[in-house]
């Protein structure tokens, strides 16, 4: 089992940034990629942004392109979310999610899940 935890959440006006950390612990040599997804209220979880532990590729949504950049620290088991240029259609939950054998937008196909996180864009 692989357990993470989100961090940074809160409230920031539109055009701001903010930094989401993802602590993982447990079984964490077994983890292949460490990602990001949202839900927003009414709406379905949806990619945002993912990271191949070993290699340090990523891919992004296209929503978050250019604004958004995933990274991770081996060392502490983190990785980290910087969301800049905040739009109030950027106000969801965020989850980090870890999976052991693949790199997929798709959510439901992912191992591990936080608990989630707050985002809240004022316009």
């Known amino acids: 089992q692989v357990q993470l935890v989100e961090s940074g959440g809160g409230l920031v006006q539109a055009g701001g940034s903010l930094i989401l950390s993802c602590a993982a612990s447990g079984r964490t040599f077994s983890v292949y990629a460490m990602g990001w997804f949202r839900q927003a209220p009414g709406k379905e979880r949806e990619f945002v942004a993912a990271i191949r532990w070993s290699a340090g590729s990523t891919n992004y949504a296209d929503s978050v392109k250019g604004r958004t950049t995933i990274s991770r620290d081996t060392a502490k088991n983190t990785v980290y979310l910087q969301m800049n240029s905040l739009k109030p259609e950027d106000t969801a939950v965020y989850y980090c999610?870890?999976?052991?054998?693949?790199?997929?937008?798709?959510?439901?196909?992912?191992?591990?899940w936080g608990q989630g996180t707050q985002v809240t864009v004022s316009s």
């Open positions: 999610a870890a999976d052991r054998s693949v790199l997929t937008p798709r959510a439901n196909s992912w191992d591990y």
